[in-house]
């Protein structure tokens, strides 16, 4: 490569490693003087590189925004973060799923094949529960409409239809964050109208409205954590009081390894009693639910409390002794 060709792309990767650079120590960088560095810039500047200029006492110079992108220089740990977040990008359902794997195959092209065997090594495969029907997907001009007026903190209206409802008024929200659970993107804000928390799909917002607005202050969201918000929602256990807790929550000593049920058991605790014994604690929207979903563990179950999970074991044992009965 030429001399000027290498210094060149030295800058570059310079410019891009921090905001400012003072023209003194760009040089010293670079082991050339003041005016070979301006020469350099104004060289990048031809190239489509928005190099600015910036005022001060020794004066410098910064890559800034231009209306197109670039090309980049990545180094070797940047290409290959960029790489696996292009694989993973893929399977989000976020409606870029062709944009990230043309991005990844250009990537992969230009990286030296010491990079491209460590990219490789790593495969992403998404696997999603077993469905009556496809997963519907985002559409991405939404999530980049509602991830920007969440940033902005901007109130936002969008078309959210309902079943049984066909051409229901637009929903006005204080969006707080946009988040992705189970394979679909879902947006937390305060609903106006309502006055309350609402979680909406982002696959079924089918337009948002413009303009945003106005500003508002951020809520405080019920029990200060995004992801236990969305996780409780999702489980039925935020109730009047918003608490953040199962409504029922009982304590059972099951008859198989800690390991096993762990593997099983995705929100409650478990607590290792000896080789083929553990402790179990578990939530749920209701105590037979609760009874329900502790018996699917095929062990002696010994129910250390409270009372009202005894009896619901009771109620069910009744029901599953007259279903095994048969028809009177």
């Not at 043309?102 to 990286?111: D, F, G």
């Not at 204080?174 to 799909?201: I, K, M, S």
């Not at 083929?276 to 639910?289: A, E, F, N, Q, T």
Request: hydrophobic letters at 40%; charged letters at 25%; glycine letters at 8%.
């Amino acid at each position: 490569m030429p001399k000027t060709s290498a210094r060149l792309l030295s800058m570059l990767s310079l410019l891009q490693a921090r905001r400012d650079w003072p023209g003194a120590l760009l040089a010293e960088r670079l082991d050339v003087s003041p005016r070979t560095v301006r020469r350099d810039v104004d060289r990048l500047r031809e190239l489509g590189y928005p190099v600015v200029a910036t005022k001060g006492p020794e004066g410098g110079y910064r890559l800034d925004a231009g209306t197109e992108l670039p090309p980049l220089l990545f180094d070797d740990e940047q290409a290959v973060a960029l790489a696996v977040a292009l694989q993973i990008a893929t399977t989000t359902g976020a409606g870029i799923e062709e944009a990230a794997a043309r991005a990844l195959n250009t990537i992969r092209q230009v990286m030296p094949a010491r990079l491209r065997r460590r990219v490789d090594t790593l495969r992403v495969t998404a696997v999603e529960r077993p469905t009556a029907r496809t997963r519907p997907q985002a559409d991405s001009g939404v999530l980049m409409a509602l991830s920007a007026a969440v940033h902005a903190s901007e109130e936002v209206r969008f078309d959210y239809p309902s079943a049984g409802t066909p051409d229901p008024p637009p929903r006005r929200t204080q969006p707080h964050h946009l988040v992705t659970w189970g394979g679909r993107w879902y947006l937390v804000a305060w609903d106006l109208d309502r006055e309350d928390w609402r979680t909406f799909r982002a696959d079924r917002i089918t337009r948002t409205r413009t303009p945003t607005g106005p500003r508002f202050t951020p809520r405080a969201l019920p029990g200060g954590d995004v992801a236990a918000f969305v996780v409780n929602r999702f489980q039925g256990s935020y109730g009047s009081d918003d608490s953040g807790h199962w409504p029922c929550r009982g304590e059972v000593i099951l008859d198989l390894p800690a390991a096993e049920v762990s593997r099983h058991t995705h929100d409650g605790l478990v607590e290792e009693l000896g080789p083929d014994r553990c402790r179990l604690v578990l939530g749920s929207w209701s105590w037979p639910g609760l009874a329900a979903a502790i018996g699917r563990f095929d062990a002696a179950v010994e129910v250390v409390g409270p009372p009202e999970l005894r009896a619901a074991f009771a109620h069910l044992a009744r029901r599953y002794a007259d279903a095994a009965a048969g028809p009177p």
